[in-house]
């Protein structure tokens, strides 16, 4: 193969290899974002695929916390934010409003730090701090 056509091949190749690197980093935070929607929307197999193994029980928790009131998501955006240990760290804004009829409660999705984790090559959420 003569060396022109090498680089091309390269040259080729070069922009997969970027993109796919960022699509890995920026699933984690899709994930975490992807979380909040389904528990917005009360899809429970939705967030219990989302949902990392050990983090199972209490996605169905926060699920029932919702079970009478009317729940929506207002401007969700999702950032990777380092790494810790096995877990990408993920911020958020926006909020998750849960009306409770005669009250509203607004939860900022800032005021945590999530946690992602990649089983079986998908990533989930994974709890936060």
Do not use: H
Not at 5 to 23: E, H, W, Y
Not at 55 to 82: H, M, R, Y
């Amino acid at each position: 193969m003569k060396p022109t056509t090498k680089l091309l091949i390269f040259l080729l190749i070069l922009p997969v290899l970027a993109l796919s690197g960022c699509t890995a980093e920026n699933s984690a935070a899709d994930a975490i974002q992807a979380y909040f929607k389904a528990l917005a929307a009360k899809n429970a197999s939705e967030l219990a695929l989302l949902s990392c193994s050990e983090w199972e029980a209490q996605a169905k928790n926060e699920l029932e916390s919702f079970g009478a009131v009317t729940v929506s998501l207002e401007t969700p955006d999702c950032q990777i934010n380092g790494d810790e240990g096995d877990y990408t760290l993920v911020s958020c804004s926006g909020k998750l409003i849960a009306n409770y009829g005669n009250e509203i409660l607004e939860i900022d999705l800032e005021d945590r730090i999530y946690l992602a984790a990649n089983e079986g090559g998908e990533w989930r959420m994974c709890g936060y701090r």
